[in-house]
């Protein structure tokens, strides 16, 4: 078990029993803390709930009573709990400070640590950097919101390993002290309003990843995103930027036709697997944090001419009859439909549609230039119908399930032409998850061989 050495608090209330919060109580307890639970859904007779009670933590469930906030002296809660619940609320009052389980991770591994954010693009990010470590034989862990819980894996490193964090802005609100050694920042939009309630709000929590690094620390950052490269002015850590539009002496950059690291060649362009320009500053990205790591050109290299993409984020599925087809049910929103769409020069048959929130698809409309035909699913139909008329789509279909969307793609299309499910909508009308509806669509894929 590795100590705990610079957190000075007795009294820990955890608040929310969710993975994050049990490896946080487990790592408090281990370390002798007084540690309070306080879950809402959790039930008595949770074998967790017996768990920690066994290893001396008070679990308090079935609601938040103030009373939890009694005697505590610090607070860390689950990311996912808005600040303007009536307990946290109350904390504030009392001057509690809180923060996330990410805080307690960077306290037992900061030196080894590479923590990418951004509004898009983190898991790609994150799966490169690790993979192009492992191809150079260099000991590396993922963590954080890619699915591993940051706390768990902090205790699991040997020497000189290092873990790669993807961390969302909901776990960077909550950070007091943490720093990685290796930041990178891909990009903010407008993203998580109703979390943040301002765009000010939301970005300042994207900062948090280098606002303690120092001199002796790096900041990996997308020069060609005006918001990001005006935030990064009051860094003090070593800046290293990325860039798909001008040549950067410090740090990766595209041309035409190659990918340079400072003023080196690493490969050619057309050798890349990824789609789109929005995975090309993913790429550069990975490259600056793999090389200050230690990765080989030769490693990386193998990796960018092999890897076909996170699952469900613009993922090559197969090449069927000249057909490409690519499953991005990630896409739960319009601005990632718009990204995918830009990947592609050649026709597009889009599958698209879901959970209807309210909102119109209008902003798709000068995205869709290159789609020849549209399949759409889910409650959104009408809604989608109605723009991709007035885009003047060739070919305008509806189908009932995942299985008749892509036969009819399918059916749609011509040798070259791609078979996209970018679908602009949550998945909730049919679909548990966005994971399952693009697990569907691999499968339907598979069916046409």
Known sequence: MKELTNFPYSHVLVLGLAKSGTAAARLLLQNGKNVRVNDQNADETDAIVDELKSMGAEVITGSHPISVLDGVEIIIKNPGIPYDTPLLQEACKR????????????????????????????????????????????????????????TEVAQTLEKNEKMVLELSSFQLMGVKRFKPKIAVLLNIFHAHLDYHKTFENYKNAKCNIFANQTADDFLIYNADDKTVREAVTSARS?????????????????????????????????????????????????????????????????????????????????????RLFYNDSKATNILATQKALSSFKQPVILLAGGLDRGNEFDDLKPFLKNVKGIILIGETKDKMSRVAREAAIPFIERAENM???????????????????????????????????????????HTLL
């Not at 200050?292 to 993922?315: C, E, K, W, Y």
Request: a negative charge; proline letters at 2%.
């Open 238 to 322: 070593v800046k290293i930027p990325f860039s798909l539009r001008k040549r950067v002496e410090n740090g990766a950059w595209a041309d035409d036709t190659s990918i340079y690291f400072k003023n080196e060649k690493l490969m050619d362009k057309q050798d890349i697997v990824l789609a789109g320009d929005h995975n090309l500053e993913n790429v550069l990205a990975s490259i600056c944090a793999a090389k200050l790591s230690g990765a080989s050109n030769q490693a990386i290299h193998n990796v960018l001419t092999t890897f076909a993409g996170v699952r469900h984020r613009l993922q090559f599925v197969n090449r069927i009859n000249d």
């Open 95 to 150: 001057d509690i400070p809180m923060i996330t389980e990410i805080e307690l991770a960077g306290n037992l591994s900061e030196t080894a640590t590479i923590g990418i954010t951004g509004s898009n693009g983190k898991t790609t990010t994150t799966t490169l950097t690790a993979e192009m470590l492992k191809e150079s034989s260099e000991p590396v862990k993922v963590a954080g919101n890619i699915g591993y819980v940051a």
């Open 403 to 445: 299985e008749d969307a892509v036969e009819q793609a399918y059916n749609l299309s011509e040798r070259h032409d791609v078979v996209l499910l970018s679908p602009a909508c949550a998945s909730w009308d049919q679909y548990q998850t966005f994971e399952e509806r693009g697990n569907m669509f691999i499968q339907a894929v």
